[in-house]
Structure formats: structure tokens, C-alpha cells
């Protein structure tokens, strides 16, 4: 069955960074296109960044552009997401997801989703 496993979260101040990765499992990894989505309590499941198929296409949302950076590698299945200048409004579980074909940013377009991982940013 697929799997999506997101590692890297954790506590870290204001301004620091985090590397997140998502290693998959049990799908043909360079037929998906995938994604980050964050949530924080109360709020609803936010567009982070997407990257298509073979890493040659981005976009990142509006609140992290310039801070974050969405890669892939296709040989290790992976993906992974650079945030730095890290904010306190970062603060939320981070997913992975996949989407077969091409990216969106539409969270309800994706096939599969990781279990999350927490980034916590203090002030």
C-alpha cells in the first residue's frame, strides 16, 4: 500500500530553520506530483508549496515565499521542504501528499497524505 512518511518537525525559534522530508512508498514516484500542507489548531489545512513530477516546476504560497523551498528526488523518493526565517504563525502539523499527474493546490485533488509532522516555532 502507499505510504507517505514526513520527518524533521519539531521546536524551534523564531528566525531558525527546519529541513522537513516526506520519503513514499508503494507508488511510482515520479508519476506524482506533490505537495506540503500545513494545519494549525482551529484553522483549516493551508497550501504550503508543490513541485511536479520531475522537480522542474514550483510555487510556493503567498505567507512562505522567499522562506520555504519545496525539492524532490526522484531516485531516493522523497521529498522535502526547506523553511527558514522560520515565524511563530509557521506553527502547525506539516503534511505530505501526492497527487497523481499534476500539482494543485487544492488539498482535496490529492491521492494520498503522510500522518504529519509538528513544527513548532516560539517568539
Known amino acids: 500500500q502507499v505510504q507517505l512518511v514526513e520527518s524533521g518537525g519539531g521546536l524551534v525559534q523564531a528566525g531558525g530553520s527546519l529541513r522537513l522530508s516526506c520519503a513514499a512508498s508503494g507508488l511510482t514516484f515520479n508519476n506524482y506530483a506533490m505537495a506540503w500542507f500545513r494545519q494549525a489548531p482551529g484553522k483549516e489545512r493551508e497550501f504550503v508549496a508543490r513541485?511536479?513530477?520531475?522537480?522542474?516546476?514550483?510555487y510556493s504560497a503567498d505567507s512562505v515565499k522567499g522562506r520555504f523551498t519545496i525539492s524532490r528526488d526522484n531516485a531516493k523518493n522523497s521529498v522535502y521542504l526547506q523553511m527558514n526565517s522560520l515565524k511563530p504563525e509557521d506553527t502547525a502539523v506539516y503534511y505530505c501528499?501526492?497527487?497523481?499527474?499534476?500539482?494543485?493546490?487544492?488539498?482535496?485533488?490529492?491521492?494520498?497524505w503522510g500522518q504529519g509532522t509538528q513544527v513548532t516555532v516560539s517568539s
Open positions: 501528499a501526492a497527487r497523481f499527474g499534476v500539482s494543485s493546490s487544492k488539498y482535496d485533488t490529492y491521492n494520498y
Open positions: 513541485i511536479n513530477w520531475s522537480g522542474g516546476s514550483t
